[in-house]
């Protein structure tokens, strides 16, 4: 396997940890974007998929290259996608689902977390360690291959121990 494989193996792996994370947090869905579809007469809205960021903050890279390929083999083309009522920019937003990239985001994609968000992080789970940039960063570093092995395994315990957190704090609710 080349270092460029492995590397996106590598991004894929944390990319299924941030994906476990998120719905462990389950926070946009129910908090957010069901608030904006009652507000908007109970028709879809975008959310905060307001641009083509599938591409938008993507380098030039060989690895970036490669996510994109593996990318539409899967999903196909953006310009594949053609909603009857869109209301996105981004093509691979499906108005009635959201994202059709269940793997192979772009690293902004998959970090964002509005301000809301951590805040709610904060609040409810004494979680203060999410920064959406840094988040980004160590994203686009584990593809570029920028990221150390330490580090990288650092990155991946601090996701699985957010994780752990929410769930104690879920469990401790019940
Ligand atoms: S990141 Fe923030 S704005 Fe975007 S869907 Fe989640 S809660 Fe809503
Ligand atoms: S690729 Fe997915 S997450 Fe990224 S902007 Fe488009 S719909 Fe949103």
Same mark, same amino acid.
């Given at each position: 396997m080349s270092d460029i494989q492995t590397h996106l193996r590598r991004y894929l792996e944390t990319e299924s940890l941030l994906n476990i994370f998120f719905s462990t947090f389950d926070y946009c869905g129910p908090e957010c974007i069901q608030a904006a579809i009652t507000a908007n007469d109970n028709k879809p809205v975008a959310g905060c998929c307001r641009a083509e960021y599938h591409k938008l903050f993507d380098l030039e890279h060989p690895a970036f290259e490669l996510l994109r390929l593996e990318r539409e083999k899967l999903f196909g083309k953006p310009q594949d996608h053609a909603w009857s &009522?869109? @209301?996105?920019?981004?093509?691979?937003? &499906?108005?009635? &689902?959201?994202? @059709?990239? *269940? *793997?192979?985001?772009s690293p902004v994609c998959i970090a964002f977390l509005c301000r809301k968000g951590i805040y709610r992080l904060r609040e409810h789970y004494q979680i203060f360690t999410y920064d959406y940039l840094g988040m980004y960063y160590a994203m686009e570093w584990i593809l570029t291959g920028d990221l150390s092995d330490h580090q990288y395994r650092e990155f991946k315990d601090s996701i699985l121990d957010m994780t752990q957190r929410i769930r104690n704090v879920s469990t401790c609710k019940q």
């Amino acid at each position: 396997m080349s270092d460029i494989q492995t590397h996106l193996r590598r991004y894929l792996e944390t990319e299924s940890l941030l994906n476990i994370f998120f719905s462990t947090f389950d926070y946009c869905g129910p908090e957010c974007i069901q608030a904006a579809i009652t507000a908007n007469d109970n028709k879809p809205v975008a959310g905060c998929c307001r641009a083509e960021y599938h591409k938008l903050f993507d380098l030039e890279h060989p690895a970036f290259e490669l996510l994109r390929l593996e990318r539409e083999k899967l999903f196909g083309k953006p310009q594949d996608h053609a909603w009857s &009522n869109p @209301v996105s920019p981004c093509e691979y937003h &499906n108005p009635e &689902n959201g994202c @059709v990239l *269940t *793997t192979h985001k772009s690293p902004v994609c998959i970090a964002f977390l509005c301000r809301k968000g951590i805040y709610r992080l904060r609040e409810h789970y004494q979680i203060f360690t999410y920064d959406y940039l840094g988040m980004y960063y160590a994203m686009e570093w584990i593809l570029t291959g920028d990221l150390s092995d330490h580090q990288y395994r650092e990155f991946k315990d601090s996701i699985l121990d957010m994780t752990q957190r929410i769930r104690n704090v879920s469990t401790c609710k019940q």
